[in-house]
């Protein structure tokens, strides 16, 4: 196997079989996927920063201060937070996770855990005299992520009870006496993409 390999003819073997003679050089198998001429990574972040700016614009014309992609250093915990809002008027900030497909629950949660922990702080170093902590995960809306969502809805439930209309109802008014949690499946409105053009085009094609 590994001769055939060797010999250009790595399109002939499983890639569990490459992952394994990977394993046995101590190496790491890397495969990088691309569609329709561009990474998937790009696709992915394209649509992250479009639900980014969807959101943050959508914060301030309800009066929030927002910054997008603010770092943190806090006693060796790092990382950045896609948005932060602040809310002058109730001195509430607001931190915000987008996720343009539907995440690893777990890992999404803690991290989301681990942010609204040190909320108060960050917005201090931003300067905004913060009180209180609200949070809400963004997720591109589709059939998809709604049936990921209630496959663990017990969990969604108790890390994010608030949903859609009773977020935004909230962020026009948010109250500083209770925390906050929500999850806020938010629709792409944009012009329907290339990407979209061209799968719909082979599919009337094929038909």
């Given at each position: ?27 790491r198998l890397d495969l990088h996927l691309t ?53 002058p008027a109730t001195g509430v900030v607001l ?61 969604f439930r108790a890390a994010a009870p608030i ?45």
């Open positions: 196997m590994v001769s055939r390999v060797e010999l250009g003819h790595a399109d002939e073997v499983t890639v569990g079989a490459l992952d394994a003679i990977a394993g046995a050089l101590s190496a569609w329709n001429g561009e990474g998937l990574d790009r696709l992915l972040d394209a649509d992250h920063a479009t639900l980014v700016e969807d959101v943050a614009r959508t914060l301030r014309s309800l009066e929030w201060f927002v910054k997008v992609e603010v770092s943190f250093n806090i006693r060796g915990e790092r990382g950045s937070i896609d948005i932060l809002a602040f809310h931190v915000v996770e987008v996720k343009s497909v539907v995440p690893d629950v777990q890992a999404t949660l803690f991290v989301l855990d681990r942010k609204s922990r040190l909320a108060l702080e960050i917005a201090r170093d931003q300067g905004w005299l913060a009180r209180s902590v609200g949070r809400v995960l963004v997720i591109r809306a589709s059939r998809t992520a709604r049936r990921r969502i209630e496959t663990h809805s017990e969990t949903r859609n209309v009773a977020v935004k109802r909230w962020l026009r008014t948010p109250d500083p006496s209770r925390p906050f949690s929500g999850l806020w499946f938010v629709t792409d409105d944009r012009p329907m993409s290339a990407r979209h053009r061209v799968s719909r085009t082979a599919t009337a094609g094929r038909a």
